[in-house]
């Protein structure tokens, strides 16, 4: 089955900087890549999401990168402000039965005033 | 439009106990999915249901079961909960779309 694995595990930025985290995936057949933002105690959020046919989509101050031949892909938060601070999680499915997501680890994101 | 709705919230359960956690959702989407939370580790899918009266084993469906007999409800239950299964329990659903909508989360303790 998938496997995706996220990096780094935990990332502290200064407020104002960017913020990069990185996931790699292993099944070719994966064709849908979102992102979601998890809070302390919260329910995961969906921020942005990416389909396979395209390399880069953008939300304002978030945007993804999508590398299928080396099938990684890559959340960039520029501008971070406190209120980033949170769990962040890549996912990744494919067309198929049932849609699963295959979540990364997390990657803990601390900016710091 | 409550969208996905988790209940209990909290709950302790001792070695053994049964319980079952109810996931409804009111948006008429066919997905629904039962994940696990667990430091470090990420959401595992445990089992999901692609329309009425269908379910399917996840990544970690051991010592789980569920039901899914009405359309806006899926049911997770634990036959017999070890401490192992002491974890944060998600459910999510999804239309024809691509993604998902999760409930707030049951906080699942077993003594």
């Known amino acids: 089955g998938e496997n995706v694995e996220q990096h780094p595990s935990t990332l502290s930025v200064q407020e104002g900087d960017s913020a990069v985290i990185k996931c790699t995936y292993s099944?070719?057949?994966?064709?849908?890549f979102p992102w979601y933002k998890q809070e302390l105690g919260k329910r995961p959020q969906l921020i942005i999401d990416i389909r396979s046919n395209v390399g880069e989509k953008k939300d304002q101050r978030i945007a993804v990168t999508l590398n299928k031949t080396a099938k990684h892909f890559s959340l960039h938060i520029t501008e971070t402000q406190p209120e980033d601070s949170a769990v962040y999680f890549c996912a990744a499915s494919k067309t198929a039965a049932g849609n699963k997501l295959t979540f990364g680890g997390g990657t803990r994101v601390l900016v710091k005033p | 439009n409550a969208g996905v709705t988790q209940t209990p919230k909290f709950r302790v359960l001792k070695t053994g106990q049964s319980m079952t956690l109810l996931c409804a959702q009111d948006m008429n989407h066919e997905y629904m999915y039962w994940y696990r939370q667990d430091p470090g580790m990420g959401l595992r899918l445990i089992h999901y249901s692609v329309g009425e009266g269908t379910t399917a084993k996840g990544e970690v469906p051991d010592g789980y079961n569920v039901s899914r007999l009405k359309k806006q409800n899926f049911l997770l239950g634990l036959e017999s909960a070890a401490p192992s299964q002491t974890s944060v329990y998600f459910c999510?659903?999804?239309?024809?779309?691509?993604?998902?909508?999760f409930g707030s989360g049951t906080r699942l303790t077993v003594v």
């Open positions: 999510a659903s999804r239309d024809s779309g691509w993604g998902y909508t």
């Open positions: 099944d070719s057949a994966s064709n849908y």
